[in-house]
């Protein structure tokens, strides 16, 4: 484990297992989910690398420039492939200071993982008020393919926490959970304006994300804002835990599989040697009440 400081906040990273985030702290209290030291499983911690792609493809299967390729399915969700694999490789320590970390992954495909070789990295900095993630990959492939970034904070879940943020539409979910059609963002989907986290779960992407999230609990105000090729943001809200999570995201979930709406864009076609990046800030102050 890797420990950050910076006045108030203190963040734990473990480079070996995805570049993953262990904690994130606000004058010793927890803002994100914590994780035990000695975890091994990278579905476990409080934050990972959505990397090369985000959320789910569909059984695990798509079609790209008239190859078809399988991917292993993930055992938290059998049906599909899940969040991509980088969260569960070892990334190299770049460089490091008491209040910032590099880390980096040079991935070359494996047996039903993903098909197009790539570099990630992953900075994180702590400011005095803010952690701020710059994430990113290059297509080290010989040939043209798709991908997608995103990151996965679970935040923690207090009594009267409230949620506020832009968006243009949300996708609407099949019986596989698998995206189909973009409505309006309405009812209890509706965050435009301050709305409560604790009626029936959600689990929906969000699209025309506006790059900011407001977050409101008792004693702690926390703004989230994220670069523009975060357009969309996926809300997960279980029902009974003491977590939630809010995704920055560069596609809908099963993007790499055209599904035939008008709002869909599908993932980002990299030629070789092209990138693309994304900075994440997660700013907290304290609320006097």
Not at 57 to 64: H, L, N, S
Not at 229 to 236: H, I, P, Q, R
């Amino acid at each position: 484990m890797i420990e950050l400081t910076c006045g108030p906040l203190s963040l734990g990273v473990n480079p070996h297992i995805g570049a993953s985030v262990a904690y994130f702290r606000h004058r010793g209290a927890a803002m994100l989910r914590e994780t035990a030291p000695d975890e091994e499983d990278g579905r476990a911690y409080a934050a990972f690398p959505l990397v090369p792609f985000s959320n789910r493809i569909r059984a695990g299967r798509f079609w790209f420039n008239g190859h078809a390729y399988q991917l292993g399915r993930d055992a938290e969700d059998p049906r599909h492939a899940l969040h991509g694999t980088a969260r569960f490789f070892p990334w190299a320590v770049l460089a490091q200071g008491p209040d910032f970390l590099e880390c980096g992954l040079d991935y070359t495909p494996q047996n039903l993982d993903w098909p197009f070789a790539y570099q990630a990295w992953q900075r994180f900095e702590l400011l005095p008020d803010r952690l701020r993630l710059t994430i990113g990959l290059r297509n080290m492939a010989e040939v043209a393919a798709p991908f997608g970034i995103g990151w996965h904070p679970y935040f923690v879940r207090r009594a009267a926490m409230k949620l506020r943020f832009s968006a243009g539409y949300v996708w609407e979910k099949d019986g596989e959970d698998i995206p189909v059609r973009a409505t309006p963002d309405a009812g209890r989907f509706d965050f435009n304006h301050w709305h409560a986290v604790d009626g029936p779960k959600i689990d929906n992407d969000y699209g025309g994300f506006g790059g900011r999230v407001e977050i409101s609990r008792p004693g702690l105000a926390i703004a989230i804002t994220a670069s523009r090729v975060f357009s969309e943001l996926v809300l997960f809200t279980p029902e009974g835990k003491d977590y939630l999570a809010m995704e920055p995201v560069s596609h809908r979930p099963d993007a790499v599989n055209v599904n035939g709406d008008a709002h869909d864009r599908g993932m980002t076609v990299l030629e070789p040697g092209e990138m693309m990046e994304g900075i994440i800030d997660i700013a907290s102050k304290d609320v006097f009440l």
